[in-house]
């Protein structure tokens, strides 16, 4: 089944957060958590698992920090990196074609200029060799996420849609003004964007999922295109110095509100566990 026929009617529900599954295995996370397609082949195909049993619509790839910059390790190159975290979805999605793969694209972590370090064709370069990895391995769409530079993301929108005929969603992270890492606003980001033939677009992980609905309302008069929303499990407190994790319940309960504004694709970020998808899945089953 493809997005399109999955999508009709409801609202698709995205898997949480992968690293923070890793380290609940006792794994470290501090270098690239894809070297682990390797050698805890089982593990990430058990997190995949235990999403869908969740009641995730679609699992995403372990390939975030799959780019070429971003992805040290001399023994794997990133060609075998990504087609292998697609080859073990596939296998966690176990021939249910009711449950969609994205292929996950991370930043480069060095952005485009003026604010980053690469020119716009270096960085569409870089993602037009994932994006025809992950082309050949035959994903369902393609995530491009975690977007923390507006022209680092048309680069890689810009690729994805030369090289594939895929469904693209994007989601932006914000800091706690609201505005993307390289000083644009979302307003700009969204009037960017909207100009793409892509699917989505949204935010994930920053700034925490409390009162996040507040921006997917802004984002909702911004555009046509559906909208996507992927909190971390921060609420800020103390005048945003220091921030609590919140539960499954609230964060649900928070999802809900988002969905209430417009939001049709759902899912979590950082900190997020299939624990978390169980109970949004619970909620969206009483809609
Ligand atoms: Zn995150």
Excluded: W
């Amino acid at each position: 089944m493809n997005y399109q026929v999955v999508k009709k009617n409801k609202v698709l529900l995205f898997d949480g957060a992968m690293g923070t599954m890793i380290k609940s295995y006792g794994l470290n996370i501090n270098n690239s958590i894809e070297i682990y397609n390797f050698t805890e082949e089982e593990t990430i195909k058990r997190i995949h698992r235990d999403y869908i049993k969740a009641g995730a619509d679609i699992i995403t790839t372990n390939t975030f920090g799959a780019n070429k910059i971003r992805f040290k390790n001399d023994k794997y190159d990133i060609e075998e990196v990504i087609s292998k975290g697609i080859k073990i979805a596939k296998e966690a999605r176990d021939g249910n074609d009711r449950i969609l793969i994205a292929y996950d694209i991370g930043p480069t972590g060095v952005g485009v200029k003026p604010v980053g370090t690469l020119t716009f064709d270096e960085a569409y370069e870089i993602f037009k060799k994932q994006i025809i990895i992950a082309e050949e391995n035959e994903v369902d769409l393609i995530l491009i996420e975690t977007i923390l530079n507006l022209e680092e993301c048309k680069a890689a929108i810009k690729a994805a849609k030369d090289y594939s005929k895929l469904p693209v969603l994007c989601t932006f992270t914000l800091n706690v003004d609201g505005e993307l890492f390289d000083g644009n606003s979302i307003e700009n980001a969204i009037k960017e964007v909207n100009k793409l033939d892509i699917e989505a677009v949204g935010i994930n992980c920053s700034p925490g999922v409390k009162d996040i609905y507040i921006i997917v309302e802004k984002i909702k008069e911004l555009t046509e295109k559906e909208i996507m929303v992927q909190p971390n499990t921060r609420c800020y407190i103390d005048n945003l110095k220091d921030f609590i994790e919140i539960s499954e319940n609230e964060f649900s309960e928070e999802i809900l509100k988002c969905i209430k504004k417009g939001a049709k694709i759902i899912g979590g970020c950082c900190g997020t566990t299939p624990r978390y998808t169980k109970k949004i899945k619970e909620k969206l089953s009483k809609l």
